[in-house]
Each structure stands twice: as structure tokens, then as C-alpha cells.
């Protein structure tokens, strides 16, 4: 069973940095892509940027050149470094897993990012 474990949300201001962390664990050989999703209050969640086992990456237009996304194979971990955040990018930060090979979708519990004055 795969499991995600989220860190580092939180409270920042405007024009702060933050970073998420994502450990998975359970995948047991499997290829998967990762990635961050977030859904703010009233709003359908929405990708945010996920990454292949390869490294190829995707980012929402909203997050280019604001958020980068990271995936170290090795401890299993990918990570969301966040820059430049502004109020609109208040919301749940979820992580999410899907493997390649037809072993299923999996969620986080999610991790709440606030940004404000």
C-alpha cells in the first residue's frame, strides 16, 4: 500500500518562500509519476506540477518560473520549492502518486499553505 506523508506548509507573507516536502513509501518497484495538487476553498483542485520517474516535468501556468518540483529516487521524496507566493496561492497543497503500471492513485492528507498580510 503506498502512502504519502506531506510537510512544510504554513503561514508566510506575501513574497515568501516556502517548501513542501512529500515522503512516499509502499511503492514497491514500481514506476510512478508524483506531483502537487491544491485546492483552495470553493475551487476544484488543480495541478500544480508533477514529475516523471524520468524527470520530466509539468507545471501549471499559474506556478511557472514560481515553483520549481524536485524527486529524489533514491529516498523516495519529491519536494515543492515555492517562491514569489502570493495570496492566491492559498490552499491545500495535496501530493499525489500514479503508478505506471496499474497499481493505482494515491493522496496525501494534505498540507495547508497560507500566504497573507
Known amino acids: 500500500q503506498v502512502q504519502l506523508e506531506e510537510s512544510g506548509g504554513g503561514y508566510v507573507q506575501p513574497g515568501e518562500p516556502l517548501r513542501l516536502s512529500c515522503a512516499v513509501s509502499g511503492t514497491s518497484s514500481d514506476s510512478f509519476s508524483l506531483a502537487w495538487y491544491r485546492q483552495a476553498p470553493g475551487k476544484q483542485r488543480e495541478l500544480v506540477a508533477g514529475i516523471t520517474d524520468g524527470g520530466s516535468t509539468v507545471y501549471a501556468e499559474s506556478v511557472k518560473g514560481r515553483f520549481s518540483i524536485y524527486r529524489d529516487n533514491a529516498k523516495n521524496t519529491v519536494s515543492l520549492q515555492m517562491s514569489s507566493l502570493n495570496p492566491e496561492d492559498t490552499a491545500v497543497y495535496y501530493c499525489?502518486?500514479?503508478?505506471?503500471?496499474?497499481?493505482?492513485?494515491?493522496w496525501g492528507q494534505g498540507t495547508q499553505v497560507t500566504v497573507s498580510s
Open positions: 499525489h502518486y500514479l503508478s505506471h503500471l496499474g497499481r493505482g492513485i494515491y
